[in-house]
């Protein structure tokens, strides 16, 4: 179906957090985070793309992302005539790099589709099924005790595996609690970029922890030395900052970097990316998960959408909205349900739209093109 591009409108939103999220390569007490409103006729599309207040996570942050979508990516869409998410990134291909920024663009691009055409977003994605299984996602805290208590809560209540965010200094030790209290139960580590090939042994003594995974533990734009601490060690490596393109994702499977890919439709340039390397992924036997930047429902209720297809198949990263927010700038929230004793969550039939009074709230800066 095309679609003429009549409207855009970019607003810079800051959502505080209930409580900061802190990784290796820093701490965010607020999201900051790009939504899209896109307009074809009397039809509105949300987008969100989340790319955090700092250049830390990647090379872009929202102050960029906004002001590229604005002077740059929004003249390159406004007023076109677009019948499908490739023919938009088409549009944006000459544009280097700027994913996230991207993002913003092509999930909306997708609300407006789903909308249109009356098409639930996961169906419209080609997903055949509307509930999987989600985990628990821990990031590094006060003690050790306090990641115990958090982690025995979360298994009790139905989570399948559990996520823990691994830096120096919150490494080993931390690991060699969780194995003695939880032996049996599904870990992995998340090191966000944290580390250097020469830590190969560090990663070579994670190996007796028998984790599912360990996430991006080198460069967040490596692939080569990824490649060859995989071949040292026995427990898989997972890519997450290094996947930011289709090709990206053909390398890697070429070069034998990992045996997982984290896909966050934000990192990728959007849901139309996400889908394609979800299916080079799958062609290759590369099985993978559906991650996110704490976005609010808005953006969340998409990645719940990708989650649906066939091969992510490791339970995902998506959150329900009081997890991290008093109050989600989304309405309907993001929320989660127990299926035969396990957390999952349930694609949305109509997706969540931003809060006007609460948009107001948390805006930094917005701008209208038309």
């Not at 944290?194 to 692939?223: I, K, S």
């Not at 198949?313 to 309907?332: C, K, M, N, Q, V």
Request: charged share 20%.
């Amino acid at each position: 179906m095309t679609m003429k591009i009549d409207r855009l409108e970019f607003i810079h939103v800051a959502m505080p957090l209930i409580y900061p999220w802190r990784t290796a390569y820093g701490e965010d007490a607020a999201i900051h985070a790009i939504l899209c409103r896109m307009s074809s006729g009397s039809v509105d599309g949300w987008g969100e793309s989340a790319p955090f207040a700092a250049p830390c996570y990647s090379p872009e942050w929202a102050g960029s992302a906004f002001a590229t979508l604005r002077d740059w990516l929004g003249p390159a869409v406004l007023h076109q005539e677009i019948a499908s998410g490739q023919e938009l990134q088409q549009l944006l291909a000459h544009f280097k790099g700027n994913p996230f920024a991207k993002a913003a663009l092509d999930n909306a691009w997708w609300s407006l589709y789903s909308r249109h055409t009356n098409t639930p977003l996961h169906v419209a994605l080609g997903a055949t099924r509307d509930l999987v299984p989600v985990g628990a996602d821990f990031g590094v805290m006060d003690s050790i005790d306090d990641l115990l208590q958090s982690v025995q809560e979360a298994v009790a209540d139905g989570f399948p595996r559990v996520k823990l965010k691994f830096r120096p200094g919150w490494d080993l030790p931390m690991l060699e609690a969780i194995r003695n209290h939880f032996p049996d139960h599904p870990f992995h580590i998340d090191c966000n970029s944290g580390y250097r090939l020469d830590d190969t042994d560090l990663f070579q003594q994670v190996d007796r922890f028998q984790l599912a995974m360990v996430e991006q533990p080198l460069q967040h734009d490596d692939l080569i030395d990824h490649a060859t601490l995989q071949a040292q060690i026995k427990t898989p490596v997972c890519l997450d900052e290094s996947m930011t393109t289709p090709r990206r994702a053909e390398q890697a499977i070429s070069m034998k970097s990992c045996q997982f890919v984290n896909i966050k439709p934000g990192r990728v340039g959007g849901l139309t990316n996400a889908v394609a390397i979800h299916d080079i992924c799958q062609q290759a036997g590369i099985p993978c998960w559906v991650g996110g930047m704490l976005e609010s429902a808005t953006g969340s209720a998409q990645c719940v959408a990708l989650s649906m297809l066939d091969n992510f198949t490791y339970p995902a990263d998506i959150f329900p909205s009081a997890r991290f927010y008093h109050e989600d700038l989304g309405h309907p929230p993001v929320a989660l349900e127990k299926s035969n004793g396990i957390q999952h969550v349930r694609a949305f039939e109509s997706l969540p739209e931003p809060v006007e009074s609460r948009l107001a709230e948390r805006t930094i800066e917005r701008a209208v093109l038309q």
